[in-house]
């Protein structure tokens, strides 16, 4: 059973990461028209971020995995306009509408990829944090992955923690 | 040629939206909007002069499948109800078919040619809910041939 072994794992398993970075990508090429590339950079998420943060789990009664897609102001813009044809006001009530609607298309494509793992989870309700020098930490320090991507339209993190559902 | 009353659920704006643009797009008919922010909003608006609902699974207070279910045990047996969520795995579309008495399931993101393959058959030539209802089968193959071309 994939949950017994996750609850013992000090860090999240490669076969879990591979299928959440396959779901960023199919998620982000739905929306952008091309297929973000995984960057590999040992500083992500060193750097303060101005921007927009989507936060959302996919979690059963035993395991949350809490994400959290953290966009940078120019790439929101342009998600805005991928998505909806046109460029929303970075501080509208809007765009955090629609940054909360991605993290929720992504949990569901992270819920459906991960069952093939053995984990079947269900999406918790998504929200958005907007501001400037944000830093994405985990106080707790759980098993956490940072993930980088290159995408038509432009940079933007995946940040995944997994801790014992409470 | 009367509109055709859509009942759209999501408990995004934006996505509300997106469906209705979507609808506006495909020249199948023509629509005229309620909306709805949740399952239990959407159970204060429904009424007769409803032809049609597009809901989101995944909302606070009721869910989309919790408020199909309630429809369908009110009686409403025939009105299309089509799901319109992120939620993906052929577990969470069994339980909107078969729990939730959904016609269609669209997936998001969605295109209005997407939303086309899905409900065109709901429509008749003149633009009006389609009458005569279909096989059980007929529908249930529909359904997942929605989910596999999305």
């Not at chain 1, 994400?67 to 046109?86: E, V």
């Not at chain 2, 052929?90 to 939730?100: P, Q, R, S, T, W």
Request: charge should be negative; charged fraction near 30%.
């Amino acid at each position: 059973m994939i949950t017994e072994e996750l609850k013992k794992a000090d860090h999240i398993p490669a076969k879990v990461t591979e299928v959440v970075r396959e779901s960023v990508i199919n998620t982000f090429a739905s929306i952008c028209g091309e297929a973000p590339e995984f960057v590999d950079d040992p500083e992500v998420g060193s750097r303060p971020l101005n921007g927009i943060i989507g936060n959302i789990a996919v979690f059963n009664p035993e395991l949350t995995f809490s994400l959290m897609m953290a966009l940078p102001k120019d790439t929101a813009l342009k998600i805005s306009d991928a998505f909806l044809g046109m460029e929303l006001p970075f501080d509208s009530d809007d765009m955090g509408d629609l940054i909360g609607e991605i993290a929720n298309i992504l949990a569901g494509e992270v819920a459906a990829n991960i069952e093939k793992v053995g984990f079947r989870g269900q999406s918790s309700l998504p929200t958005a944090t907007r501001g400037s020098d944000l830093t994405l930490f985990m106080p707790n320090k759980p098993p956490t992955e940072k993930m980088l991507f290159n995408s038509p339209c432009g940079q933007f993190m995946l940040n995944m923690a997994m801790s014992e559902s409470k | 040629m009367s509109k055709i009353k859509a009942l759209v659920v999501d408990d995004s704006k934006i996505m509300r939206s997106q469906v209705k643009r979507a609808l506006d797009q495909l020249m199948i008919a023509e629509f005229e909007y309620e909306e709805a922010m949740d399952g239990e909003d959407a159970l204060e608006k429904f009424n007769d002069d409803i032809d049609i609902l597009f809901v989101d699974w995944n909302m606070p207070k009721m869910t989309g499948v919790e408020f199909s279910r309630a429809i369908r045990d009110k009686g409403y047996d025939k009105i299309p109800i089509i799901m319109v969520t992120a939620e993906k795995s052929m577990g969470k579309v069994d339980k909107a078919l078969n729990e939730g008495g959904a016609n269609e399931y669209i997936t998001k993101p969605f295109t209005a040619d997407k939303m086309s393959k899905a409900i065109s058959r709901y429509f008749d030539d003149n633009g009006q809910i389609a009458t005569g209802g279909e096989e059980e089968g007929d529908e249930k193959k529909s359904f997942f041939s929605s989910i596999l071309k999305s």
